[in-house]
Each structure stands twice: as C-alpha cells, then as structure tokens.
Nanobody
C-alpha cells in the first residue's frame, strides 16, 4: 500500500522560497505510471492542483503557478520536492503530495496527511 508523507517548514516569510518534500513508500516514483503531484487547499477554498512529476522526470505545472513553481525528485530516496518562490500570504494553505493517474485533482488515489504552511512576516 502506497504511503506519502510531506515534510518541510510550517512557516515562511513573504518573498521567500518554500520547499516541501514528499517521501513515498510502497511504490516507486521512477517506475510506476503515475503523476506524483502537489496540491494545496487554502483556508475556506477548494483543492488546487499545483503540478506533477512523472517516472521519467517530466514535469507539469498549473498555468497560474508555473512561473513560481519547480518540482524535482531524489530518486535514491524515492522523494519528490516542491519549491514555490516569492510566496505571499495568499500561499497560506495545507499542502499535500499525492499520487494520481492523470493531471489534476480528479484522479487522486492516494495522498499524504498534509502539512500546514503559513506565510507571514
């Protein structure tokens, strides 16, 4: 059974770069045919898809976040990482990593418990 666990700082200051890591167990990010994804949920709002990385290392990003988002991976640790630059208080949200069979939030079949990130000076 696949398990995903997010890790990273819970607090960031405006203009900083936020970095979160997802550690995957029970599946391989380099062999399985899934989209290893990042999604977030701001307070009072719906889930928002941010981007994904595939087993080949190809990346896909939400058009609204493309200029500030970078997803990478560490294959030796079976981890993938989200970097979000120039954060503002509007980036305050619960961030999740997830496994999906397609881009977007409609085909998620597993996700982590989420990590709260607050952007504040």
């Amino acid at each position: 059974q696949v398990q995903l666990q997010e890790s990273g700082p819970g607090l960031a200051k405006p203009s900083q770069t936020l970095s979160l890591t997802c550690t995957v167990s029970g599946d391989s990010i380099t062999t399985s045919f899934y989209f290893w994804s990042w999604i977030r949920q701001p307070p009072g709002k719906e889930l928002e898809w941010m981007g994904a990385i595939t087993r080949s290392g190809s990346t896909y990003y939400s058009p609204s976040l493309r200029s500030r988002t970078f997803i990478s991976r560490n294959t030796s640790k079976n981890q993938f990482t989200l970097q979000l630059s120039s954060v503002t208080p509007e980036d305050t949200a619960v961030y999740y990593c997830a496994r999906a069979s397609a881009l977007g939030i409609n085909t998620l079949d597993a996700r982590g418990q989420g990590t709260q990130v607050t952007v504040s000076s």
